[in-house]
Structure formats: C-alpha cells, structure tokens
C-alpha cells in the first residue's frame, strides 16, 4: 500500500483525516493524494468526453480561492516528510472520489465522517456512506481525534463463511503493519439464530482457509441485532477499529441488512475500516 487519497473539504474533520493519513503514510512509506471536488453549476462547466472542465470567470475564481486553501491546509509540520500531491476536480463528490482512486491506483481512502455545508463542501449528508456503499478501494472512517489514532485491538464483523476471502485478506493486508490483535466477530441474533455448534464449525472451516494469519480470535455474540452486537463487544474490547466488507446496499459479509453499512458507518463512535465486495 503506497498511494492514500484523502477527499478534503477543509474542515476541521478532513483535517483529522489528513492526520490520520499522515501518521499511516509515515508508518508504510506512502505518498497522500489530497483531493478537493468542486461540485460547480452546469452552466459553468464542459463536460468534454466525460471531464468536467470549468469554464468562465467564475469557475477559475473558484478554482483559485482552492488552491490558495490548499497552500494554508498543507502547511503542517505532521506532513514533513511525507510526499503530497494537491489535486482538485470539478465532479460530483462521490462519483469523483471514485474515479480518481480508480485512475490513479490509489491503494485506500482515508475519510472524515462529516464536514461543514455548501457549494464546495462534500462531506455534506451521507456522501461519506455513499463512497462507503459505492468505491472499490478500502475505506477508512475517521471518527475518533488524530491523537488517538492507534491500531491496537480490530474487530471484523461478518460471517465468515468463507466466500469474501479476497476481502477478508484486503482487511489483512491493511492491519498487517499494524501488527494488532485481531477479532473475528459474529453477531448471533434471533432471526438469523445458530446453535454455539454450528458457529464452531462455521468458525473453523473458515480458519481452515487462512492458515497463514495466526493469532485471529473467534467469538460469537449474542445480542438483540447485528450493530448492537458490533457497537457493544467493540466497547466491551475497548477496540480501536471496526472492519467490515460490505455488497453496497445488500449488506455486509451477506448476512446483515441493506442499510447496515451506513448505520455502522453513521453511529459508530470508533474508527471503521470499509470493504466493497467485487462483482
């Protein structure tokens, strides 16, 4: 992992996430891709073979009034030996977060979980959970300070049954510089109940799978729904990051509800790494 993009509004939040960014970079050796999306009128922009390319007055003092942000936002003393590339682009926020990590091969996306409203602002209502639902890349959420950003104790949640392994090995390949203790969690519930026997077995047929990850700790949870369960044992932990793979709008690891992504996403209260399962 050698490319983090880091989608910025210039609010306080984004500037968490940079931070967050900085210290990841620092630890692996990688460049930070800053990105700030101006989502401009129609009438001052082309749209040219798919680029939106401002047009007018208006749109280069918009532009401008960017990169004169970007010149005070970048001037941090926790970006000094770290390669950074500003970049701005005239797109819809999260259609334009998802091509550029696509186009320039970034390797995750490290997020602020909301930011301040208006034109050029693009942490505005659930865009963070729309790139969450939408994007191929890793996401990481930032809700906690910078300062006490740690990777220590890591809960994945999900069902393990063995059929998102290449997501489930994107999740390790992310901790792995961290070196953390790792939980594999599965909420059992009324609806979607299964005896502490079968989860066993679920549990070591799954392990069976990755044998090269050592360490990985099973539990099972019981509780009344899935992001109880995954709120409560992450605070009964004291957890530091929740991971998840999720299918969009048809739920994570296949077996929690349509909306659960954002729910995590949008009412966690720790730091949460998000997974897009591939077609």
Do not use: W
Not at 2 to 23: G, H, T
Not at 48 to 65: K, S
Not at 104 to 129: C, K, P, Q, R, W
């Amino acid at each position: 992992m050698k490319k983090i993009l880091v989608p910025v509004d210039f609010s306080q939040k984004s500037e968490e996430a940079l931070k967050v960014a900085a210290k990841i970079a620092k630890k692996i050796n990688a460049a930070i891709y800053v990105l700030h999306i101006l989502d401009l009128p129609k009438d001052i922009i082309d749209v040219t073979d798919g680029h939106h390319v401002p047009q007018g007055p208006m749109a280069m003092m918009l532009m401008e009034n960017v990169h004169r942000k970007f010149e005070d936002f970048l001037d941090k003393d926790f970006l000094n030996d770290i390669e950074v590339y500003e970049n701005v682009l005239t797109d819809k926020p999260v259609e334009g977060i998802a091509e550029f990590a696509q186009k320039n091969g970034i390797d995750f996306i490290v997020m602020g979980s909301h930011g301040a409203s208006g034109l050029e602002e693009f942490f505005v209502g659930s865009n963070t959970e729309k790139v969450v639902r939408t994007c191929t890349k890793p996401v990481l959420v930032v809700k906690k300070p910078a300062d006490q950003f740690k990777i220590e104790k890591v809960v994945i949640a999900g069902k393990f049954t063995g059929e998102y392994l290449p997501e489930f090995k994107k999740i390790m390949a992310f901790l792995k510089p961290f070196n953390p203790d790792i939980y594999l969690l599965r909420v059992n519930t009324i609806s979607n109940f299964k005896s502490t026997k079968e989860l066993d077995q679920i549990f070591s047929d799954f392990l069976a799978k990755v044998p090269e990850y050592k360490g990985l700790k099973p539990v099972i949870y019981d509780d009344y729904t899935v992001q109880e369960g995954i709120f409560n044992f992450a605070d009964k932990i004291d957890a530091d990051l929740i991971a998840l793979a999720t299918r969009g709008r048809q739920g994570i690891m296949h077996f929690l509800s349509d909306s659960i992504a954002e729910d995590v996403v949008n009412s966690a209260n720790r730091n949460i790494l998000t997974i897009k399962v591939g077609k």
